[in-house]
């Protein structure tokens, strides 16, 4: 590693930087100029900030590394290569990759449920949170009548319900809902986690940490409707504060720990791209056993970005082992091995 | 066939001798209940060739000390522990891309399809952590998947340990041992007089001797 890791990465607090003028533009003008900025949420638009700053960064020197720039080069050049029928792809693409996450439920129909209750209960709470915090979304009475409200979109009104009914209750009681999602979710992993001895084996602090934080949110944040609908607002401020601080936490956290996943995983798609342009491409033929194994395309990338991370396997008088095959590589360790005890047997 | 428990201190080793696997399979069966990957056989096992021979081959990861694997993952999903075992790749991150599968100068990650996910073998972690010898080894009947301390290898087996590999131009050095009667000819070069492919000349008799 040739750059201390003490330095700050220039491009990546560029990228941070353009990330938080870009909320803080957001909220000004989404606002209508703070008209509708709620100063109690103070804190959490510092939370978002730093989300922002944090994943912006990380993710900017994430792409730096010599084989993810190359596979986010190479996806977005399959995307466009053919552009009209990659665009009309996306959305199934989306939907099978990111959103039902098929590919966890034929790991473990468990696992895909308690991913699938905190994805979503995660997404709920986002979409209500973050444009509250940034105020472009507020309530107000609709008239005179009390018990009606129109949403707002920052100047934009909306929709109008009626406080007493379902979606009265929802719109209330959103991130109650999210909160017992997440929950549910969240003790679906416990459980396996405490349960499972492969599962502990391979434990990390992460892993406990990120399942702590969001049961920390969860049950502070259904806290505040405990004590304002049967404890006659007893505690309120305390558990504000403290739901508060669980959620700054938790955005602070959000580029550091294992749930900046969530920004990572969208390069699937660039994969499947990758992977669809590459299976109408040459194969890569091995150079032992002559049979194609892969796409010529990935290995000559690979044989691009090895160098670039320290590792030459070219081979003196002309080609490279990284054109063998897989089955042909275990083959010439296990030939080489046997000569150097007398032979099989 | 090991099954003793290890201490803390008594730093067993991971040893593979392919010239001594007899094909029983009983890794491929006990790989698959490993407790961090159960029901997915990580292990390879190669028929040398099957027209002239029963001769099989196991391999295992290696656990390269610079994994190959891990640096040209784009996700920054394989993770190696302080005791040296690269470990499978992180779920939440690994992608799919087969770089791993396909840059590993051993041939081991496999990408499972129906998972989208790269897999390989992390040394049982769930049995070593404990100091229980990993799966593959303590059903190998032949010692060609073998579990120990450096001292009980040397007072029970012939040939040196040995960890050493050279690729084309680049060397790879690794966590599990293998075993060589050479020790003093340097590194282990895979490409060094195999250029037959396993159906023509699986052990190299019709090659020119070096002269």
């Known amino acids: ?345 | 066939m090991r099954s003793g428990q290890f201490g803390i201190d008594d730093n067993p080793v991971f040893v593979i001798d392919q010239s001594r696997c007899i094909g029983c399979e009983a890794c491929v069966q006990a790989c698959a209940e490993c407790g961090t990957h159960r029901g997915q056989s990580l292990i390879h096992l190669e028929r040398v060739d099957r027209a002239t021979s029963t001769q099989t081959a196991p391999m295992v990861c290696m656990h390269c000390e610079d994994p190959t694997c891990a640096q040209v993952c784009p996700a920054d999903a394989i993770k190696q522990t302080e005791e040296g075992i690269v470990q499978t790749a992180l779920k939440p991150r690994c992608i799919g891309c087969s770089n791993c599968v396909l840059a590993c100068p051993f041939g081991v990650p496999k990408y499972v399809a129906d998972f989208d996910q790269m897999m390989k073998c992390d040394m049982c972690t769930d049995r070593t952590s404990e100091g229980l010898t990993p799966m593959c080894a303590s059903v190998c009947p032949s010692e060609a998947l073998w579990y120990g301390t450096i001292e009980e290898f040397r007072d029970t087996r012939r040939g040196s340990l040995f960890r050493d590999f050279l690729f084309g131009r680049q060397q790879v050095r690794t966590k599990v041992y293998t075993v060589i009667d050479d020790a003093l000819a340097g590194p282990l070069d895979v490409l060094a007089g195999v250029t037959s492919t396993w159906l023509d000349d699986p052990f190299g008799l019709d090659m020119e001797a070096p002269s």
């Not at chain 1, 550091?256 to 798609?269: A, C, E, S, T, V």
Request: a positive charge.
């Open chain 1, 1 to 345: 590693m040739s750059r201390s890791a003490n330095h700050l990465d220039r491009r990546g607090l560029a990228w941070g930087l353009v990330g938080v003028a870009v909320v803080i533009a957001l909220t000004f003008i989404g606002s209508d100029r703070l008209v509708w900025f709620d100063a109690a949420l103070v804190g959490y638009l510092f939370g978002v900030v730093f989300a922002v700053f944090g994943v912006a960064y990380r993710y900017a020197v994430w792409l730096r590394r010599p084989p993810t720039a190359m596979l986010n080069r190479r996806g977005w050049d399959a995307f466009r290569q053919r552009k009209a029928r990659n665009v009309v792809a996306l959305p199934s693409l989306v939907a099978t990759h990111l959103l039902t996450q098929g590919f966890i439920r034929k790991r473990s129909r468990a696992r895909w449920l308690a991913h699938q209750l905190v994805f979503w209960g995660c997404i709920l709470a986002g979409l209500v949170t973050i444009p509250l915090t940034l105020g472009l979304l507020h309530f107000e009475s609709v008239g005179q009548r009390a018990d009606h409200y129109q949403v707002y979109i920052s100047r934009v009104g909306t929709m109008k319900f009626d406080a007493e009914s379902i979606v009265g209750w929802f719109m209330f009681h959103a991130l109650d809902v999210a909160a017992v999602l997440v929950l549910a979710g969240v003790f679906i992993f416990l459980r396996r986690r405490l349960r499972d001895p492969g599962a502990m084996a391979v434990e990390r602090s992460g892993d406990f940490l990120a399942l702590a934080g969001l049961f920390a949110v969860s049950v502070s944040g259904l806290f505040l409707t405990v004590s304002s609908m049967w404890l006659e607002g007893r505690f309120y401020s305390a558990l504000n504060t403290i739901h508060a601080l669980t959620v700054i936490l938790g955005l602070m956290y959000l580029p550091f720990g294992k749930l900046f996943h969530i920004f990572q995983r969208p390069g699937n798609l660039g994969v499947a791209y990758y992977k669809r342009a590459n299976d109408q491409g040459a194969p890569a033929v091995c150079r032992r056993c002559g049979e194609p194994f892969a796409s010529a395309q990935q290995i000559a990338d690979l044989k691009e970005v090895l160098p670039q991370v320290g590792f030459d396997y070219s081979i003196e008088g002309g080609g490279n082992y990284q054109d063998t095959c897989p089955r042909c590589r275990r083959a010439h360790v296990t030939l080489a091995q046997s000569a150097r005890v007398g032979g099989f047997g």
